[in-house]
């Protein structure tokens, strides 16, 4: 079992910068991967992916946000971050964390609660 815990999330001007933090604790030597997903509020649409990064630390973003976004993580996967630079409106979601973890030949997905991000003036 892992657990993950967003927090970072609130008001930022478009053009600015946020950094949202994921804390995963529990089995977190079983974790393949850690990924930020995001949803605007009281949309029905799925959520889409911002980014992920691998054990390898091979990090992949969606189009929306790369050159903008960057994914790290400490080396004990406790801590994965989300570097929001050059913040637009349309970034304004809800965001969650996402670790895959378990085994290698069934494993789990686990998701955080969400932080959510506000884009204005």
């Known amino acids: 079992q892992v657990q993950v815990v967003e927090s970072g999330g609130g008001w930022v001007q478009p053009g600015g910068s946020l950094r949202l933090s994921c804390a995963a604790s529990?089995?977190?030597?079983?974790?393949?991967?850690m990924a930020w997903y995001r949803q605007a509020p009281g949309s029905g649409s799925a959520r889409e992916l911002v980014a992920h990064i691998t054990t390898a630390g091979s990090a992949s973003y969606g189009d929306s946000v790369k050159g903008r976004f960057t994914i790290s993580r400490d080396n004990a996967w406790s801590t994965t971050y989300l570097q929001m630079n050059r913040v637009k409106p349309e970034d304004a979601a809800i965001y969650y964390c996402?670790?895959?973890?378990?085994?290698?030949?069934?494993?789990?997905?686990?998701w955080g609660q969400g932080t959510q991000v506000i884009v204005s003036l």
């Open positions: 996402n670790a895959v973890a378990g085994s290698s030949w069934s494993p789990t997905d686990y």
């Open positions: 529990g089995s977190i030597s079983s974790i393949k991967a």
